[in-house]
């Protein structure tokens, strides 16, 4: 069993930055960031393996990193400039054996989430 709860959410306006915290009892093969917003499906942000390897959803990636800290077992987003869609509940995932990384079904383990709303 993985315990994970995210913190760090919030109001920005946008332009501006926040960065998520996920403190986690251990960590599993693939680490990972959902976001949801309702009436849609979650959609998968960014994801680190093991070794380090990160991978980034298209509409992130060079605003956006993902980072572990392997004493504190504790995962994190990095959220620069913000966008209004970038508005979500953001949830931290853990996964095991990992084929595709955008598949929410693949990942047993989840936080309860973190709201992050980004206004004009």
């Known amino acids: 069993q993985v315990e994970l709860e995210e913190s760090g959410g919030g109001s920005v306006q946008a332009g501006g930055s926040l960065r998520l915290s996920c403190a986690a009892s251990?960590?599993?093969?693939?680490m990972a960031w959902f976001r949801q917003v309702p009436g849609k499906e979650r959609e998968r942000v960014a994801t680190i393996k093991n070794d380090g390897t990160t991978n980034y959803a298209d509409s992130v990636k060079g605003r956006f990193t993902i980072s572990k800290d392997n004493v504190v077992t504790t995962l994190y987003l990095q959220m620069n400039s913000l966008k209004i869609e970038d508005t979500a509940m953001y949830y931290c995932?853990?996964?095991?054996?990992?084929?595709?990384?955008?598949?929410?079904?693949?990942?047993?383990?989840w936080g309860q989430g973190t709201q992050v709303t980004v206004s004009s």
């Open positions: 995932a853990a996964g095991h054996y990992v084929s595709e990384f955008s598949d929410y079904r693949q990942y047993p383990y």
């Open positions: 251990t960590y599993t093969d693939c």
